[in-house]
């Protein structure tokens, strides 16, 4: 297939910055000056070269929308109001679908139900395959009656969690710290900088909507979504989540945006019992501090920043002045909050799967329609459009919209004016201008060297150094009789360096350990991927990890995805670190200090005393479980050399 390829568009690095210089005015956003041989989207008939409003690049933006929601009808306008997964089939193929898996083919959701909006699923291995894959879901929506073109978003992608609900591990991209590690290191100029890097891999492959930053409070430390959040606190998740917008949208969103979709409305941190909320037991949001109105701050400066999206989130806030009903399904949240009083004007789209039920990774998912749990697919449907949210996440449907007008029970009007939000952002972000990627520049743009060494850079930066006995840290490498026991990482990696490795904490004189926080497993094929429950460790792994602090010096590493209460290993350990995503090259480099690496991190939580002091403490409450370990903040630096 001969996909055109915008050659004239060149990737040059060193134009990172350059988002602002995409600026247009607003009253009238003009039309993409793309050359005519570029001007891909409509499909004309050969005889007729006139164009449809709506495909001249000339006019206004508020006039082609007009436009092409006039040739509309009721089935174009519903598939619009749908946003689901899409699959890769085989070497960049369209994917078949799978009946086992009731998974429709893209054929069927973009031709039949006339969907424009997709997030991307699986993971990115190789390039030239996703962006030629990509340009083929294009192909097919340019094919349909209106030619409009698909949106494609995604979940973060630039760090190292791996869960199909939440977030795919970098793969072929650069490589960077969860956001907590960029909330570690407090510089909003890098969280710009990541997000402008981020947005240009993005880009490279087609995807034009991030479905984050997430900016969820972490004052419930149970809860298994922290690690993706910017902490606890609410000023430097507010100072942060301008730079991360800024990074991917630009001074304004324009046609080298990346749109994004900040979530969860109205905070998601205050989950009962640090439970989640895609699960039946994970329901309910707490307010016991009566902290509502704290966790809407970031939300704030995110609006005031020229946040584009907005998701709520799943769960159905207990014992407020509001309905106890999911969000998305709450018109008080919604409208009267969300759009009324903070002023939102843009697209609330709810989280995935709230209507129908469903199957993640072989595990039975109710749909996620909490407090409306006993209402039809249909009466669902309804109470999402009148709560005011404009799209439904994780849900191919279109055909209850179109009943809900038929019946009568949703006028069109209402159906227009969430279609007319989504039809701007396509305009806006030039999708009807330039739907293709170019292949080839895809290939050398995403995980390139300059990008990859950046979050590199950062890995090793985010680490948080909590404690450093005697100076301990960096090691000295000039000893290499020094022998070291390891756990959680290749000792291949330390041999490679000429180190001695063995096997026991007895025969050694260093051990090195990356520890993953602690949780508690949970089964299911999904749920299994939610670390959640105790932050201590057990007894056993207690007195396992005694023995060898009692037998040899330790230098202990955390995962910290989540706020582990680990007061023993503050006690035992020579020195402890805490990390936020970092490969083990990254945390040897800065256990021996190469290259000058050293940690940087304050940590972007407190790390409670014991899980009793989690359950005394409140949901909605930051900085309230007693006498924590570490604070919020804490991180040192190594000494000063000469
Ligand atoms: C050609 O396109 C114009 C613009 O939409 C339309 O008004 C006209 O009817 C079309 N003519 C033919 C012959 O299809
Ligand atoms: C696009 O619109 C402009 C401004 O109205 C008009 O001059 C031009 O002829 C239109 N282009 C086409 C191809 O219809
Ligand atoms: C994958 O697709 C490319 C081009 O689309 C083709 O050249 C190649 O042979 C295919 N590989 C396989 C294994 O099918
Ligand atoms: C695909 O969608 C159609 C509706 O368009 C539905 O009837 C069918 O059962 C779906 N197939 C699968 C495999 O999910
Ligand atoms: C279809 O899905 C089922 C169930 O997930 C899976 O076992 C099977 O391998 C899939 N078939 C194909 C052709 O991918
Ligand atoms: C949620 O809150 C309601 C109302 O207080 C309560 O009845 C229910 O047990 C709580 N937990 C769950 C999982 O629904
Ligand atoms: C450790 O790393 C080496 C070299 O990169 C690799 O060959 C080996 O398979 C790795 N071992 C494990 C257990 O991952
Ligand atoms: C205790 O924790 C360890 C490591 O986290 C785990 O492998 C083990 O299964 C746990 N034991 C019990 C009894 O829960």
């Not at 007729?48 to 009721?74: F, G």
Request: charged share 25%; aromatic share 8%; net charge negative.
């Amino acid at each position: 297939m001969g996909f055109p390829t915008s050659s004239k568009r060149t990737y040059a690095f060193v134009s990172l910055l350059a988002a602002s210089s995409f600026l247009m005015p607003t009253s009238c956003l003009p039309s993409p000056h793309e050359p005519a041989h570029l001007n891909l989207a409509p499909k004309r008939s050969a005889q007729n070269e006139t164009i449809h409003p709506y495909q001249n690049a000339s006019l206004c933006i508020d006039a082609r929308v007009e436009d092409l929601l006039s040739r509309m009808t009721l089935e174009e306008k519903a598939g619009q109001l749908f946003h689901t997964q899409l699959q890769q089939g085989p070497n960049g193929t369209l994917d078949a679908g799978n009946v086992t898996a009731r998974r429709n083919s893209t054929e069927n959701m973009v031709s039949e139900k006339l969907m424009t909006h997709f997030n991307l699923v699986g993971e990115v291995q190789d390039v030239g395959v996703v962006a030629a894959w990509y340009n083929r879901v294009q192909e097919l929506a340019l094919s349909t009656r209106l030619g409009i073109p698909v949106t494609l978003s995604s979940d973060p992608r630039h760090s190292f969690t791996d869960n199909i609900g939440t977030g795919f591990s970098a793969n072929a991209f650069s490589q960077w710290p969860e956001s907590l590690g960029l909330a570690a290191l407090r510089d909003p100029e890098l969280v710009q900088r990541f997000a402008e890097i981020a947005r240009e891999e993005y880009m490279a492959i087609g995807v034009r909507s991030a479905l984050h930053p997430q900016i969820d409070l972490s004052t419930e430390p149970r809860w298994a979504r922290i690690g993706n959040t910017m902490g606890e606190d609410a000023e430097l998740t507010s100072k942060l989540v301008v730079a991360y917008l800024k990074g991917f949208q630009g001074e304004e969103l324009g046609r080298h945006s990346v749109t994004t979709v900040t979530k969860h409305f109205p905070g998601a941190g205050p989950m009962e019992n640090g439970e989640d909320s895609h699960f039946v037991y994970g329901k309910n949001q707490t307010y016991p501090g009566n902290n509502f109105e704290h966790h809407l701050i970031p939300f704030r400066a995110a609006i005031a920043a020229g946040a584009r999206q907005m998701m709520p989130y799943y769960s159905r806030p207990i014992g407020t002045e509001y309905d106890e009903v999911g969000f998305s399904f709450n018109k008080q949240i919604i409208t009267d909050l969300l759009r009324n009083e903070l002023g939102f004007t843009g697209i609330v789209v709810s989280d995935w799967g709230l209507i129908t039920d469903t199957v993640i990774r072989g595990q039975d998912m109710p749909a996620r329609a909490w407090g409306v749990e006993s209402l039809s697919k249909l009466e669902r449907a309804q109470r999402v459009l009148d709560a005011g949210v404009d799209q439904f996440g994780g849900e191919q449907r279109p055909e209850l919209v179109v009943e809900l007008v038929r019946a009568g029970k949703v006028s069109e009007e209402r159906i227009d004016q969430s279609v007319r939000l989504l039809l701007r952002e396509k305009f806006v972000l030039g999708l009807f201008e330039e739907p293709f990627v170019d292949v080839e520049a895809a290939q050398r743009v995403v995980g390139n060297a300059y990008f990859t060494r950046l979050g590199f850079d950062a890995q090793r930066r985010a680490f948080t150094l909590l404690k450093n006995e005697d100076g301990v840290l960096p090691l000295s490498v000039d000893d290499t009789a020094v022998r070291f026991y390891t756990e959680g990482f290749n000792t291949t990696l330390l041999t490679s360096r000429g180190m001695t490795v063995v096997d026991t904490p007895e025969e050694a004189d260093v051990a090195l350990m990356r520890l993953q926080a602690p949780y508690e497993p949970r089964p299911g094929g999904f749920e299994s991927a939610y670390h959640a429950g105790s932050l201590e460790y057990n007894a056993t792994e207690k007195a396992r990890q005694a023995a060898i602090y009692a037998a040899v010096p330790t230098v202990v590493d955390m995962y910290l995805d989540r706020p582990a209460a680990i007061p023993e290993i503050a006690e035992a350990a020579v020195a402890l670190m805490g990390s936020y995503g970092a490969s083990p090259e990254a945390f040897l480099d800065v256990v021996f200090g190469v290259d000058g690496a050293s940690p940087e991190g304050k940590l972007p939580f407190d790390l409670p005393r014991s899980m009793a002091a989690v359950e005394a403490s409140k949901e909605d409450v930051p900085f309230d479980t007693e006498n924590p370990v570490f604070r919020f903040g804490d991180g040192e630096k190594y000494a000063e050399k000469c």
